[in-house]
């Protein structure tokens, strides 16, 4: 059994803006929801699932549907970080394919730069806790310790990770909602200032507010909306752990992921005209392309380099928004807006500065937690509606 | 030469599963767990074995040596660590076998590299516990 074809996104939105000081958790969330299902032509009374993460606020997706009044008979609130809203599209093709649901809702919405800092990693009751927190271990190190093994095993530069910020860069100038729409060059990543050696701030996110939202529906349902769909073709999720010790900082869980998801498609890293890859730090995105197979295992530096990632013609057009290294993070999590992008590019509304001609099958990656210890990781490979 | 920075000493969470492992660290001994069942050492210390799910195991003192496999040199630290840098987050692989999260101390952070041998060395926190550190063992 499989998921392909078996669901559609049918609305994609995401908030306009980056800091927002004047509203509530709740309140982001149902906006992005409404913006989403006013992108399908469906309404609150339409949906009758909803998938949420550990951003929303409350039980589960229980406040949030007491919030937005949804009267709903399947709901999901699977919780692997960042990677979280790119799992509940599969989790939400799944259900619809057995009957369960036929239109799926999915919001992500934070303001983080209302709080106080939420990127320490102390303070949980989880196991391994006692053995990590007490040294440290911020997000910025721990994916410190990535890069540098990977510079160290592969020889991989700090110029080679600035060329992701560079792309990335390169595409936010087109995005007048981008939180940093100034085209950066390596040396001024390089030279900006290290927060955990060998990271610079470039290579890190921007930490913005806001949120997205999407909605998922079945074959009957997109049949009946007057929209361009999107068509899910195949997904595949897996957490990476310490395995007792056994760590290895230099693979994330697309390598595990990623083969499912194409598998399911019924396509291979060659086929996929444009990549949304998950890009909290560029060693993120470094690692997730050797481990989704568009180069070698500690080939990523050299394959990133002579513009491989920008848009419309390098060889893997990335993150044509500015991804969350340049536009957006919102809640410290990047896999819904790797989805809106992905879905802009197949419905030909991406900038047209950064729109890949003719995009027919994308891939949209999400890493969640943190990529040394304990990540959560999931592929959505996306077609046309008649892919 | 940048000496890393004295750094602060939270108390972890004791429960009574990991309290043999905090009261060794009081007598200045690191240990870990060993599985009867396959024989595989593991980390962080727990009951289950997590390679073959046998709850035969045991605790077995390390020689607290090892080899920093990886390691981060954080400017400014957050929460516990507020203000606090340079300090050095690292996986230390011990000559048992696991790796594990910690910190590399007295050492100039700009001439650590991967491979070196550390050494662990322990800093009493509130609780009941210490925490285990390794700075490098002088050539
Ligand atoms: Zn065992």
């Given at each position: 059994?499989?998921?392909?074809?078996?669901?559609?996104?049918?609305?994609?939105?995401?908030?306009p803006?980056?800091?927002?000081?004047?509203?509530?958790?709740?309140?982001?969330?149902?906006?992005?929801?409404?913006?989403?299902?006013?992108?399908?032509?469906?309404?609150?009374?339409?949906?009758?699932?909803?998938?949420?993460?550990?951003?929303?606020?409350?039980?589960?997706?229980?406040?949030?549907?007491?919030?937005?009044?949804?009267?709903?008979?399947?709901?999901?609130?699977?919780?692997?970080?960042?990677?979280?809203?790119?799992?509940?599209?599969?989790?939400?093709?799944?259900?619809?394919?057995a009957g369960?649901?036929?239109?799926?809702?999915?919001?992500?919405?934070?303001?983080?730069?209302?709080?106080?800092?939420?990127?320490?990693?102390?303070?949980?009751?989880?196991?391994?806790?006692?053995?990590?927190?007490?040294?440290?271990?911020?997000?910025?190190?721990?994916?410190?310790?990535?890069?540098?093994?990977?510079?160290?095993?592969?020889?991989?530069?700090?110029?080679?990770?600035?060329?992701?910020?560079?792309?990335?860069?390169?595409?936010?100038?087109?995005?007048?909602?981008?939180?940093?729409?100034?085209?950066?060059?390596?040396?001024?990543?390089?030279?900006?200032?290290?927060?955990?050696?060998?990271l610079?701030?470039?290579?890190?996110?921007?930490?913005?507010?806001?949120?997205?939202?999407?909605?998922?529906?079945?074959?009957?349902?997109?049949?009946?909306?007057?929209?361009?769909?999107?068509k899910?073709?195949?997904?595949?999720?897996?957490?990476?752990?310490?395995?007792?010790?056994?760590?290895?900082?230099?693979?994330?869980?697309?390598?595990?992921?990623?083969?499912?998801?194409?598998?399911?498609?019924?396509v291979?890293?060659?086929d996929?005209?444009y990549?949304?890859?998950?890009?909290?730090?560029?060693?993120?995105?470094?690692?997730t392309?050797?481990?989704?197979?568009?180069?070698?295992?500690?080939?990523?530096?050299?394959?990133?380099?002579?513009?491989?990632?920008?848009?419309?013609?390098?060889?893997?057009?990335?993150?044509?928004?500015?991804?969350?290294?340049?536009?957006?993070?919102?809640?410290?999590?990047?896999?819904?807006?790797?989805?809106?992008?992905?879905?802009?590019?197949?419905?030909?509304?991406?900038?047209?500065?950064?729109?890949?001609?003719?995009?027919q099958?994308?891939?949209?990656?999400?890493?969640?937690?943190?990529?040394?210890?304990?990540?959560?990781?999931?592929?959505?490979?996306?077609?046309?509606?008649?892919? | 030469?940048t000496?890393?920075?004295?750094?602060?000493?939270?108390?972890?969470?004791?429960?009574?599963?990991t309290?043999?492992?905090?009261?060794?660290?009081?007598?200045?001994?690191?240990?870990?767990?060993?599985?009867?069942?396959?024989?595989?050492?593991?980390?962080?210390?727990?009951?289950?074995?997590?390679?073959?799910?046998?709850?035969?195991?045991?605790?077995?003192?390390?020689?607290?040596?090892?080899?920093?496999y990886?390691?981060?040199?954080?400017?400014?630290?957050?929460?516990?660590?507020?203000?606090?840098?340079?300090?050095?987050?690292?996986?230390?692989?011990?000559?048992?076998?696991?790796?594990?999260?910690?910190?590399?101390?007295?050492?100039?952070?700009?001439?650590?590299?991967?491979?070196?041998r550390?050494?662990?060395?322990?800093?009493?926190?509130?609780?009941e516990?210490?925490?285990?550190?390794?700075?490098?063992?002088?050539?």
């Amino acid at each position: 059994m499989s998921i392909r074809g078996a669901a559609f996104i049918a609305g994609a939105y995401e908030h306009p803006k980056r800091v927002i000081p004047d509203k509530s958790l709740g309140q982001v969330h149902a906006e992005v929801a409404a913006g989403a299902l006013a992108d399908a032509g469906l309404s609150f009374s339409d949906v009758d699932a909803y998938f949420c993460a550990g951003d929303a606020p409350g039980l589960g997706g229980i406040s949030m549907a007491d919030y937005m009044g949804l009267k709903l008979r399947y709901t999901d609130s699977t919780e692997t970080g960042g990677s979280s809203y790119i799992a509940h599209i599969g989790h939400a093709a799944a259900a619809i394919k057995a009957g369960k649901a036929s239109i799926a809702l999915i919001t992500l919405a934070g303001l983080p730069r209302q709080m106080s800092s939420n990127l320490v990693m102390e303070g949980s009751e989880a196991p391994e806790d006692p053995f990590e927190a007490p040294f440290g271990p911020t997000v910025h190190g721990l994916y410190a310790l990535a890069a540098r093994r990977h510079m160290y095993e592969f020889g991989t530069t700090s110029e080679q990770l600035a060329e992701i910020k560079v792309a990335a860069s390169i595409h936010a100038q087109y995005n007048p909602n981008a939180m940093l729409p100034k085209p950066v060059t390596v040396e001024e990543v390089v030279n900006s200032p290290m927060v955990s050696d060998p990271l610079h701030r470039l290579d890190c996110c921007v930490v913005t507010d806001g949120g997205g939202a999407l909605i998922v529906v079945s074959p009957e349902v997109a049949r009946d909306l007057n929209r361009s769909v999107v068509k899910v073709l195949g997904h595949g999720e897996a957490p990476k752990h310490t395995n007792g010790g056994k760590v290895d900082v230099t693979f994330t869980g697309a390598r595990w992921s990623g083969p499912a998801a194409f598998e399911e498609a019924g396509v291979s890293p060659k086929d996929i005209d444009y990549a949304s890859i998950y890009d909290s730090f560029t060693i993120t995105v470094l690692e997730t392309i050797e481990d989704l197979g568009f180069c070698e295992k500690g080939k990523g530096g050299e394959f990133v380099l002579d513009g491989a990632l920008q848009a419309p013609f390098g060889k893997l057009p990335f993150n044509t928004d500015g991804g969350g290294l340049a536009n957006n993070h919102p809640a410290n999590r990047g896999g819904m807006t790797k989805v809106l992008e992905a879905v802009r590019q197949l419905r030909d509304e991406a900038h047209p500065a950064v729109q890949v001609p003719n995009a027919q099958i994308a891939l949209a990656h999400g890493t969640g937690g943190s990529l040394p210890t304990r990540m959560g990781a999931a592929t959505v490979i996306l077609g046309r509606e008649d892919a | 030469m940048t000496e890393s920075a004295v750094l602060p000493n939270p108390a972890p969470a004791i429960d009574p599963e990991t309290k043999p492992y905090w009261d060794a660290t009081l007598e200045g001994k690191l240990i870990i767990r060993h599985c009867n069942a396959c024989g595989e050492n593991h980390w962080y210390p727990r009951t289950l074995c997590p390679f073959c799910g046998s709850v035969d195991t045991e605790w077995l003192e390390t020689a607290g040596k090892g080899t920093i496999y990886t390691f981060a040199i954080t400017r400014k630290g957050l929460g516990h660590y507020g203000g606090v840098g340079p300090y050095v987050l690292a996986f230390v692989a011990l000559d048992e076998g696991p790796t594990m999260l910690t910190n590399i101390i007295e050492c100039d952070v700009d001439a650590l590299r991967i491979g070196d041998r550390v050494e662990v060395v322990f800093h009493k926190t509130e609780a009941e516990a210490a925490l285990p550190r390794f700075r490098p063992v002088a050539q």
